[in-house]
C-alpha cells in the first residue's frame, strides 16, 4: 500500500508529459512541401536549329593584267590556231588555218569574259575564262567551232608583221610551233614565211623584223 503513491505521481507525471507533447505537435509549423522539378521542355518547345549556312561562292576568275591563250581547233579541213592575246580589258584574237583562211578579231575582255569581232562582223568570238583557260566558241562565216585555250608563256604569242597592205601574222604555241597567213595587197591569201626565234621573216626577198601584239591590238 504504501507504494500507491509514488505510482500515482508517475502516472499524473506521465500524463502532464503527454499533454505538452500533443500541445508541441499541435504548436509546430507544418514541414514544407517537396519540389517539383519543373517538367523538362518538349521538343515543340525546343528553340529551332539555325539554317545552315550555304558555303562562299568561288569568284568568279579574273583576266590578269596581260595574257595570251593559245588553242588548236580540229576542223574538216585541217586544224585552226586560236591566240586570244588580253590587256586589260581589251583583247584581239586571231586564228588561222596556216594556209588561206585567217580572221582578226576584238573587242572586250570584262568580268572573266570576252567577246570579240571582226571588223566587218563576219567572224566574232565568245569565251570565258576557267581556271587559266580560255573556253568559248569561234565563228568564222557559216562555220562555228567551240574551243580551249589554254594560257601561254612568253615567247609564244601573237606577231605581224605590217607594211602598206602587205601583212604576214604568224602565232607561235607554247612547243614553238608556229602557224601563219601572209595577206598580200590585192587581198589573196597564202602560208606566212617562217618565223625564226629571234623574230625575223624574210618577205619579198628582205629581212623584215615581227612585233609582238598585244591584247589592245598595239605592239
Known amino acids: 500500500m504504501k507504494i500507491r503513491g509514488p505510482l500515482v505521481t508517475l502516472c499524473a ?10 500541445v508541441n505537435v499541435a504548436n509546430e509549423e507544418p514541414a514544407p512541401a517537396a519540389r517539383v ?4 521542355p518538349s ?18 576568275p579574273v583576266f590578269p593584267a596581260k595574257a595570251d591563250y593559245i588553242g588548236k581547233i580540229p576542223t574538216a ?20 588555218d596556216g594556209n588561206a583562211v585567217e580572221s582578226w578579231m576584238r573587242g572586250n575582255a570584262v568580268n572573266g569574259a ?8 563576219t567572224s566574232r568570238l565568245e569565251g570565258r575564262l576557267r581556271d587559266d583557260t580560255v573556253v ?5 562565216g557559216q562555220k562555228r567551232w567551240d574551243f580551249t585555250a589554254p594560257a601561254a608563256q612568253s615567247p609564244a604569242g601573237l606577231y605581224v608583221y605590217d607594211e602598206v597592205g602587205l601583212r604576214s601574222s604568224w602565232i ?9 597567213v601572209l595577206k598580200s595587197i590585192d587581198g589573196s591569201t597564202k602560208p606566212a614565211p617562217e618565223l625564226s626565234a629571234d623574230g625575223t ?6 629581212t623584215v623584223s615581227a612585233v609582238r601584239v598585244n591584247g589592245d591590238g598595239n605592239d
Open 172 to 180: 607561235v604555241d607554247s612547243a614553238g610551233a608556229v602557224t601563219g
Open 13 to 22: 507525471a506521465a500524463a502532464v508529459g503527454t499533454g505538452m507533447w500533443f
Open 201 to 206: 621573216s624574210v618577205i619579198g626577198g628582205r
Open 77 to 96: 579541213a585541217g586544224v585552226i590556231t586560236l591566240d586570244v592575246s588580253v590587256d586589260g580589258q581589251k583583247a584581239v584574237a586571231y586564228a588561222c
Open 136 to 140: 568559248g566558241t569561234l565563228w568564222i
Open 43 to 60: 521538343s515543340a518547345q525546343a528553340p529551332a536549329p539555325k539554317p545552315a549556312e550555304k558555303p562562299a561562292q568561288k569568284p568568279a
Open 37 to 40: 522539378a519543373s517538367p523538362a
Open 114 to 121: 570576252v567577246s570579240l569581232a571582226s571588223q566587218d562582223k
